[in-house]
């Protein structure tokens, strides 16, 4: 049973990412641009990237397996049996990426417990990034980083290596694998870049052909249950901020989450979605009076029997009955072939 998210009158999306006052150089502009295009990171928007976030080991294991596949040529080695005593609670996706770059001999190797929430240093990424560009060539230096990271300084990939155990920064890693790869001109931009898919995605005519039909679902399978969770004020700015959380619950089969739509009762200025702690998108208003809208290009997949928890986060003027909601199942694009929940769901108040 396919779903339909908007008709065609609301249809009209801006394009313009909203700012929460991050400024980004433009070689930092070119790495989020790298990154996206070869599948380091897959937010679509530089502003949902954590640009200057800490990278912890689970995501770097992530982003260094995609670039060393996708940029390096290199694939994992199933051979090898590597586990760890301490990635249970972590998504199957990562689980996956933690045991390839184990298998890819950079990350993990000779240990237990592979520790995915720490944060990284500069020292740790420097030697994980020489390791896949240099294999073992640079692993005699003590400390144990101290001729990967001279390497890397050499090649101009790395500038500063004189504080090895400061913690390591997403948009520098971007930045940094993007040096390695060569660079990043505007004329490799790929065409479906994250606004061309939102183009495709609201059926708009200037939707690139090369673009039409990524991303869309074909098959629906599977029962996604939606619940608010509990609610919690804070403090977002200066202005006024309402926080609240959306449980996703996927039964019978894997879900793919393509969008949500949240009707407004109040004023919305601004806001985003967070997973973990972690931004992954922002919340774009649609121009119309009532409706808002966050899309996820790729979409975010919840395991059979799992659940996803989404914090949500307004900022505008809403008295205490107000806030966002889910009107309907049509608020909600996915491969579920059938949407369970009471609705409305008020999601912020």
Not at 100 to 129: K, S
Not at 202 to 216: F, H, L, R, Y
Not at 270 to 292: F, S
Not at 314 to 332: A, F, H, P, R, T
């Amino acid at each position: 049973m396919k779903k339909t998210l908007f008709t065609i009158s609301l249809l009209v999306v801006s394009l313009v990412s909203i700012s929460y006052a991050e400024t980004y150089t433009p070689e930092l502009e070119n790495a989020y641009s790298y990154a996206y295009s070869i599948g380091i990171t897959t937010q679509w928007s530089i502003d949902s990237a954590n640009m200057y976030g800490s990278l912890i080991r689970s995501h770097m294991a992530k982003m260094m397996v995609n670039y060393a596949k996708q940029v390096l040529g290199q694939e994992p080695n199933t051979a090898l049996n590597c586990s760890f005593t301490d990635v249970g609670n972590q998504s199957s996706e990562l689980r996956g990426y933690i045991i390839e770059a184990c298998q890819m001999w950079l990350m993990g190797i000779g240990i237990t417990a592979f520790n995915p929430d720490a944060v990284v240093t500069r020292a740790q990424f420097g030697t994980v990034l020489s390791r896949a560009l240099y294999a073992d060539m640079y692993n005699d230096g003590d400390p144990y980083y101290l001729f990967h990271l001279e390497a890397l300084k050499e090649a101009t990939i790395m500038n500063n290596i004189s504080t090895p155990s400061a913690s390591e920064i997403r948009g520098y890693v971007m930045l940094m694998m993007m040096r390695a790869g060569g660079g990043f001109s505007e004329d490799t931009t790929p065409v479906c870049s994250p606004e061309n898919q939102v183009l495709c995605l609201v059926a708009s005519p200037t939707c690139p052909v090369e673009c039409q039909g990524i991303g869309d679902i074909t098959s629906y399978a599977g029962t996604l249950n939606i619940a608010s969770a509990s609610l919690a004020p804070g403090t977002f700015s200066e202005d006024a901020k309402y926080a609240g959380s959306l449980k996703l619950t996927a039964t019978e089969s894997d879900i793919i989450i393509k969008s949500l739509s949240f009707q407004k009762i109040g004023i919305f200025t601004r806001g985003r979605i967070e997973d973990d702690g972690v931004k992954i998108n922002t919340i774009q208003t649609l121009l119309t009076d009532l409706t808002i809208l966050t899309l996820f290009t790729p979409g975010i997949t919840i395991k059979q029997g799992e659940s996803k928890t989404l914090s949500i986060f307004i900022e505008g003027s809403m008295s205490e009955d107000q806030g966002v909601v889910l009107l309907n199942k049509s608020d909600i694009q996915s491969s579920a072939n059938g949407v369970s929940g009471g609705f409305p769901v008020r999601i912020v108040k």
